[in-house]
């Protein structure tokens, strides 16, 4: 009898936060998971070392393959070689302070990124389906709450590059009839998320703080609003686009929006801290431009694709401080945030 054959994906930004979290689950699903990484001194795998699989046992499923979304020729011999059935875009500069430092090269992976990436399934024919990870950042200030039918106003270059991508993805599903799926995620966090994004910045500092390692957090603007959401429920989603039976434009939120401020609160209270004690700010941290209030309307997914979030802020917040808490207490802390080494 002919076996099955597994599905096969590619993973740009496996080693990141959500392709983590949606390695595992694909492997989970029987998926063979090609992750693209970038080549770097040091081997940067630290989310993804617990999914290591030794290549010469039978059923070896988890594939690392370097490559970059600024080199398009790699991206066509991989695709080549890999026909892949899904393709998860995750791989970004995904900081949005940092696109504003960095501009030229946040449009090169964010937004060309995509490009050579769509081209190449174009070119060599390829069936795969395609998830883009667009991002509600490119509502910038449209009122909330926002949904697929909110006008895009990017307000920095990452928000900028991600709406190109968002264009180009709607452009090659309607000429090439390509399967493009463009996902507008809100913010979704976890233990994993990058230590210099305002979530975990705060819960490591409450962690540190609590075990008497550091006395200030230094933020800047503790007024804006995000939807924030727990990241293996948004990976889930991600997947759930490639299922449908048609592609389509989705947001994922939570529908629930906090401000900075607020988060401080609870991640404090949670240590027993009072964050009023521990809070100061720096004029470093504000951005040229601010998105002030973001808030998701994902009833569509809801409907078409049956997708709702699990976790709700406070869960979230608490998550993440007992991790960081966790961590601290067993050594495994290590504190090398980038942001102590600028001024
Ligand atoms: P993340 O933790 O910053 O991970 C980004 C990934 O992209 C890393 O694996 C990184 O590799 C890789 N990468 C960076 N530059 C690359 C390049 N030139 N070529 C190939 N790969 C590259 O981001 P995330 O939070 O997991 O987010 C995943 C995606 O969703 C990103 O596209 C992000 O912009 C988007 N998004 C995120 C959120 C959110 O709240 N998390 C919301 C909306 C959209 P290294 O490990 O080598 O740096
Ligand atoms: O900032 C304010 C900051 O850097 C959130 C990315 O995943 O989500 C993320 O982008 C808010 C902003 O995330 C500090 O001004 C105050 O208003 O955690 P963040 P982000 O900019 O919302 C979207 C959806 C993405 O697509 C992105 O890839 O917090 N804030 N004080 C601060 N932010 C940082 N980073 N550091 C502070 O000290």
Known sequence: MAMKRSRTALITGITGQDGSYLAELLLANGYIVYGMIRRSSVFNIDRIEHLYQDPHVADYRLRLVYGNLTDGSRITQLLAEIKPDEIYNLGAQSHVQVSFEQPE???????????????????LGLNSRVYLACSSEMFGNAPAPQSEQTPLMPRSPYAAAKAYAFWMGKSYREAYGLFIANGILFNHESPRRGPTFVTRKITRAVARIAAGKQKTLYLGNLDACRDWGYAPDYVEG??????????????????????????CELAFARAKLDWRKHVKHDKRYLRPAEVDHLCGDASKARKQLGWKPRVKFEELVNIMVDADVEAVATGRDDFRSEERWFK
Not at 105 to 123: C, H, K, M
Not at 254 to 261: C, K, L, P, Q, W
């Open 238 to 263: 991600m997947w759930m686009m490639l299922q449908a039976k048609k592609p389509d434009d989705f947001v994922l939120a939570t529908g629930e929006s906090h401000s900075v401020r607020e988060f």
């Open 105 to 123: 090269y946040t449009g090169d992976v964010d937004a060309v990124g995509v490009t050579r990436l769509l081209e190449s399934v174009r070119a």
